[in-house]
């Protein structure tokens, strides 16, 4: 028998799954309060009689998630490292910003796609998070610190679209009025480019900010970095987007990761903006994350003249904030410091 996996499902599929199990109505929904509540075990429903609690023990899993070491910074982002029920790891980022809280998370433990600026692709590939883990980084940092967090980023750990239904069913619970309730104006999905997925995604037209780490002006230089663009090349990519914004009617943010000497040039930045010219984009440049490869990250000054290049070609351009860099703010770093060095 497979156990059924309550909090990946909305309330219409805990109804129908449980329907045989609890019987009356007012459990089942006595059941969902508590998920929306983000209870770690089903010891936590205090209303459900013992032997309820046990039969559902019998049917469920309730995969534990707990965790496993926090890091505040001094500009108080805070940084979580969760355990999950088999051993993995996972990270998640919470910063606050003055309309809120915005919370980056996991989709996946590890990440097969192998950018080589990246420590969550050095570490390679465990597991597909599953919807209700996803759920639960923001459940257990809203109970953690007693918040509510308005705005949800698919940054952290894995490549969303390499896990695509199961971060299109956590879209739609996130989004659900019945379930956390943050509209999908408020969710950011980043992906470094997986073009089959961004045409089904476009498709489900949902209104969210598709963020695409394109990080290079040519074919060339974006081989180097990211193993992906042996799959799909720019033209393809860029053809994808044109597709989500002309589905969705919103406009692309793309990630530009600065690194010294390799795409930070005046001519890579006039490159760029050729390439994007008329599209309804944003471009983010995001000075590199000393992470482990022997990279280092661009000059302030190569910085902003990159962003006055593109900004003169009429391409809104911004220069991402960087965040808790006392706390290794980069993409898979927490875990990493967990990890002994010989191993
Ligand atoms: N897999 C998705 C989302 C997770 S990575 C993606 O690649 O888009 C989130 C962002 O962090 C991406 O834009 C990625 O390129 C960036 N990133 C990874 N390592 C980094 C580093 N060392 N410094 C700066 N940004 C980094
Ligand atoms: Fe995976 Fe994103 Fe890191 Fe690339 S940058 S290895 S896609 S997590």
Redo the contacts with the bound molecule.
């Keep these: 028998m497979e156990k059924i996996d309550i909090r990946s499902m909305n309330f219409s599929e805990i109804s129908k799954a449980l329907s045989g199990i609890l019987e009356k109505n007012y459990r089942i929904r006595q059941v969902y309060e508590w998920i929306l509540k983000g209870v770690s075990s089903f010891d936590e429903m205090t209303n459900l009689p013992k032997e309820l609690r046990e039969k559902l023990k019998h049917y469920c899993v309730f995969p534990s998630f707990h965790i496993k070491d926090k890091k505040i910074s001094q500009d108080l982002t805070v940084k979580y490292l969760f355990e999950l029920e088999d051993g993995e790891c996972i990270e998640s980022v919470l910063m606050k910003y003055k309309h809120g809280y915005s919370i980056c998370i996991s989709t996946q433990a590890g990440?097969k796609?192998g950018?080589c600026?990246?420590?969550?692709?050095k570490g390679g590939f465990s597991r597909n998070l599953t919807p209700g883990e996803m759920i639960s980084q923001i459940q257990a940092i809203q109970r953690d610190m007693n918040i509510k967090i308005s705005n949800v980023v698919?940054?952290?750990?894995?490549?969303?679209l390499d896990n695509y239904e199961n971060v299109v069913k956590f879209l739609e619970l996130l989004s659900s009025s019945d379930h956390l309730n943050i509209g999908m104006r408020h969710i950011s999905l980043?992906?470094?480019g997986v073009v089959s997925k961004i045409y089904k995604l476009a498709d489900k037209k949902f209104p969210i900010t598709l963020?695409?780490?394109l990080?290079a002006s040519n074919d060339y230089i974006r081989s180097k970095l990211m193993k992906v663009n042996s799959s799909w090349n720019i033209k393809e990519l860029l053809d994808a987007c044109k597709y989500f914004i002309s589905r969705v009617g919103r406009r692309i943010s793309f990630?530009y990761?600065m690194i010294k000497g390799l795409n930070d040039s005046p001519e890579c930045a006039k490159e760029l903006a050729s390439t994007l010219k008329g599209m309804l984009c944003h471009v983010n440049l995001?000075?590199?994350?000393?992470?482990v490869v022997e990279l280092e990250k661009s000059p302030k000054a190569s910085i902003y003249k990159f962003k006055n290049i593109l900004e003169g070609q009429g391409i809104a351009t911004t220069i991402r904030r960087t965040l808790a860099e006392d706390i290794e703010g980069?993409?898979?770093q927490l875990k990493g410091s967990h990890i002994p060095k010989e191993v």
Excluded at 286 to 291: A, F, V
């Design positions: 990440c796609m950018c600026f990246c420590q969550t692709g698919l940054m952290g750990m894995g490549e969303p980043s992906t470094c963020s695409v780490s990080h990630e990761v995001i000075p590199l994350n000393k992470s980069a993409c898979g």
